[in-house]
C-alpha cells in the first residue's frame, strides 16, 4: 500500500470506489472504468488485493436489491466459456504479456459491440440471432471472452454486459443476473488471492475507510437505475463497453 496517502491519491481511489458502488445498483460496466483508476493509483498487483473486499461488499448490497431477478439459465450456459477463458489467459500469459492480451481483448470487444449495433439495425441478422445454436456460440463466445478479461484486465464487466444486451432481458434481470454472477466468480477468487498476499491486515483496514464511498456510490447506482427505461439502458451500456473496450486497447 502506498506509504503517504495525498489528498490527489484519497480522491482518485474514493471516485474508483464509488464506481464501484455505482456498477452494483446500475450499470457492471461502470466497474470497468473504476479498475483501471484504481490501478493507476495503487498499482495493478496492490489494487486487485484491495479492491476485491470492496467488490464483495459491493455485490452483497446489489443482491439486497436483486437478488430475486437472476436468470440462473443464462449464468449456467457461460459458465463453461468462462472457466476457459480462465484456462486460455493462463496459458497466453506464457507467450504474451499482460499488455498485449488486454490490447487483443479491448479490440474483441469493441468488434463485439459495433456488431450489436449492426445487429439492431438489420432485420436479418435479428432474425437469425433468436436461433438456439447461435445463442448457443454466442453464450460460448461471451462467457469465454468473460473468462479472460477478468483474469487479464478485470474487466469481466464489458463481456458480461454485452452478453446480457444481446440476450435482451429486462433491466431488473440484467443487473439480478450480474449481481449474483460476479458475487460468486469474486467469492471464487478469494482462495487464489489470499495466498498470494494481495489481501493484507492493512488493505483490509484502509478499505474500512472507503465503505462510505462504496455507499455513496451504490445510492446514486439506484437513483439512477429508477430513472433510466430499457431503451437508454441498453444504449449506456453499450457506449461504456465500448469506452471500456478502447480503454484496454490504448492502454492495455
Aim: proline content about 5%.
Amino acid at each position: 500500500m502506498p506509504e503517504a496517502w495525498t489528498p490527489l491519491l484519497i480522491g482518485v481511489v474514493g471516485v474508483a470506489i464509488v464506481l464501484y458502488g455505482f456498477s452494483k445498483t446500475a450499470m457492471p460496466v461502470a466497474a470497468v472504468v473504476g479498475g483501471p483508476m484504481l490501478a493507476a493509483a495503487l498499482g495493478p498487483t496492490v489494487a486487485a488485493g484491495f479492491a476485491l473486499p470492496l467488490l464483495i461488499l459491493g455485490d452483497l448490497i446489489g443482491l439486497l436489491y436483486f437478488r430475486q431477478h437472476a436468470n440462473w439459465r443464462l449464468i449456467g450456459k457461460v459458465v463453461p466459456g468462462v472457466i476457459a477463458g480462465i484456462v486460455i489467459t493462463a496459458l497466453l500469459f506464457a507467450f504474451a504479456s499482460t499488455s498485449v492480451v488486454a490490447r487483443v481483448i479491448g479490440v474483441l470487444l469493441l468488434v463485439s459491440v459495433g456488431l450489436e449495433i449492426y445487429r439492431r439495425r438489420s432485420p436479418a441478422l435479428e432474425r437469425l440471432d433468436q436461433d438456439s445454436s447461435v445463442r448457443r456460440l454466442e453464450a460460448g463466445f461471451y462467457g469465454t471472452l468473460t473468462g479472460v478479461t477478468t483474469m487479464a484486465a478485470n474487466a469481466g464487466g464489458a463481456a458480461m454486459t454485452l452478453y446480457l444486451v444481446k440476450m435482451r432481458v429486462p433491466m431488473l434481470t440484467f443487473m439480478g443476473t450480474s449481481v449474483w454472477f460476479f458475487f460468486i466468480l469474486n467469492v471464487i477468487k478469494l482462495p487464489f488471492v489470499i495466498p498470494l498476499g494481495l489481501i493484507t491486515r492493512e488493505s483490509l483496514l484502509i478499505g474500512l475507510w472507503f465503505i462510505p464511498a462504496l455507499v455513496v456510490g451504490a445510492l446514486l447506482g439506484i437513483t439512477a437505475f429508477r430513472r433510466m427505461n430499457q431503451i437508454w439502458f441498453e444504449r449506456i451500456a453499450l457506449t461504456l463497453s465500448a469506452l471500456a473496450s478502447l480503454w484496454l486497447v490504448i492502454r492495455g
